[in-house]
C-alpha cells in the first residue's frame, strides 16, 4: 500500500522555516509601517515582539491576525480602522514573507526527494501557517505538484491529520508525520501517528527518542519498504 506522508513546511520543506517568518515581521515593523504607526515605532516594534513571544510560547492560540490585532489595541488603534490595519499589515507581512521563502530556498536535496517521494507516497503539507499563505509559499516555490493537499490554520496540526487520514482513507495511525518542532511531535502523539524529526540547524535535534533524518531524500528507501 502506497504510503502517506505528511510534511511540516517551515524549516522541513523550506530552508529558513521560522527565521523567515521572524525577520519579516522585523522588517516590517521596520520599513513598512503607515505614518499612524511610523510616529510610535518602537512602541509598534515593543509590543509586537511581546505578543510574538506569547504566541509563540502557547500562552495564546492563534496567527498573525491575532498578533496584530492584540498589538494594535494596545497601541489604541480605534474600532473603525482597526480591522483594516490587520488586513493591511497581514497583507505586507505576507508579502515579506513570500519574498523571504523564495530568497532562502527549499531545504538541502528537497526537490530532488519531492520529485521521487511523490511516485511512491501520497504527499501533503501541514503548517501552522494560515492555509492561504502556506499555499501560496508552496506554489512561489514552483513544488505545488508535488502535493496531493496543502494545509494549515485555522485548524490545528492534530486536526489537519485527521483530514488527511479522512482523504486517503486510512486511519491516522497509518499516517507518517515529519516535522522539526516539539508542536509537531506533540501533534503526532496526540492522533497516534507514526513521527520522524527533522534535524536542522534551528532545533539542533540529536539523539531523540524518535527517529531523526537530515534532509527529506532520507525519507525514500524507508517509503519504498514500508515505514516502522
Avoid at 5 to 32: C, S
Avoid at 39 to 61: H, V
Avoid at 115 to 122: G, H, K, R, Y
Avoid at 144 to 172: C, H, M, W
Amino acid at each position: 500500500m502506497t504510503m502517506t506522508v505528511v510534511l511540516d513546511f517551515d524549516g522541513v520543506v523550506t530552508r529558513h522555516g521560522e527565521f523567515a517568518k521572524e525577520l519579516a515581521w522585523d522588517k516590517l515593523a521596520a520599513d513598512a509601517l503607515e505614518p499612524e504607526e511610523q510616529k510610535i515605532q518602537e512602541k509598534f516594534m515593543a509590543i509586537l515582539k511581546q505578543k510574538r513571544e506569547l504566541y509563540g510560547q502557547g500562552k495564546a492560540k492563534g496567527d498573525r491576525y491575532d498578533i496584530l490585532r492584540d498589538s494594535l489595541k494596545e497601541l489604541g488603534c480605534s474600532k473603525e480602522k482597526l480591522e483594516l490595519k490587520v488586513i493591511l499589515y497581514a497583507s505586507r507581512y505576507n508579502d515579506l514573507v513570500q519574498q523571504l521563502v523564495l530568497a532562502g530556498g527549499l531545504s538541502d536535496g528537497a526537490e530532488k526527494a519531492l520529485e521521487e517521494l511523490c511516485t511512491i507516497a501520497s504527499l501533503y503539507v501541514n503548517s501552522a501557517t494560515p492555509e492561504d499563505a502556506v499555499q501560496q509559499s508552496v506554489k512561489t516555490l514552483g513544488i505545488d505538484k508535488y502535493f496531493k493537499a496543502v494545509f494549515g490554520r485555522p485548524r490545528t496540526k492534530q486536526e489537519n491529520l485527521y483530514v488527511v487520514a479522512g482523504l486517503e482513507k486510512i486511519s491516522a495511525q497509518e499516517l507518517l508525520f515529519v516535522g522539526d518542532g516539539s508542536g509537531d511531535e506533540k501533534a503526532a502523539q496526540d492522533v497516534g501517528c507514526m513521527f520522524v524529526g527533522f534535524s536542522n540547524a534551528w532545533n539542533k535535534w540529536e539523539n531523540k527518542s524518535f527517529p531523526l533524518i537530515h534532509d527529506l531524500g532520507e525519507l525514500i528507501p524507508h517509503c519504498k519498504r514500508g515505514y516502522k
